[in-house]
């Protein structure tokens, strides 16, 4: 079984480090990280395609779509983690850290509510793969950085870790495949199909 986990394009929050708001749309650069990542898929045999259904990633979907003619299907578990009242705020107004572990945003998702939802998502997505593959999801960074770290075993943090796989960047691919010994990650945050790397700051 074959899965593409794919973070959104960029939007003008995450350009302008702002805590994102659930309608943020794509900015024109995302739009075309988009397009770039639509053409790489293209032709990759995927037969099936799943979403979160947040503005920036329904349009990175959409246009995945537009390229393979497949029908998206939309999943509230694949969210970014609900910063709630914090939302559209800029980080650098901000005069705590916003992803330390004791900290529950007001009107959001605590750390653990996060990750419970986190984890019905990749059971989803384990259950989607059984039954068509390759599959590919879109969500977002810390959901991503979720189900690497706790069903994947893949460690952002270590030392050994590039700066890039770390950053998990717009519209990077990570494809992990299924097989007897479980599964195991072939490709780690990919953005070969972007004319430019550079990639925008924060997480969501």
């Known amino acids: 079984m074959r899965v593409y ?4 394009g960029e939007t003008h929050s995450n350009a302008r ?4 708001l ?16 639509a053409e790489r898929l293209a032709d990759c045999g995927i037969v ?38 914090l939302r559209g705020t800029p980080y650098d107004e901000l005069t705590f850290d916003p992803f330390a572990l004791d900290y529950e945003p007001p009107g959001g998702e605590s750390w653990q509510s996060f990750y419970d939802r986190v984890r019905g998502a990749w059971s989803d997505i384990e259950s989607l793969a059984s039954e068509s593959e390759p599959l590919a999801v879109v969500t977002h960074g810390l959901v991503l950085r979720a189900i690497l770290d706790r069903h994947l075993g ?42 430019s790397h550079s990639s925008a700051t924060g997480t969501a």
């Open 5 to 8: 986990l794919i973070r959104h």
């Open 48 to 85: 099936r395609l799943i979403s979160s259904d947040l503005r920036r990633a329904a349009m990175t979907t959409s246009c995945i779509a537009e390229a393979t003619g497949l029908v998206p299907e939309f999943s509230e578990r694949l969210h970014e983690r609900n910063f709630g009242d």
């Open 154 to 195: 893949v460690d952002l943090n270590d030392s050994q870790a590039s700066a890039t796989a770390r950053q998990i960047a717009n519209t990077s691919v990570t494809i992990i495949e299924r097989a007897d010994a479980g599964w195991q990650v072939h490709t780690l945050t990919c953005t070969r199909h972007l004319s």
């Open 17 to 20: 480090r702002i805590v994102q």
């Open 22 to 37: 659930p309608d943020d749309p794509l900015s024109p650069k995302g739009l075309q990280q988009a397009a770039q990542l």
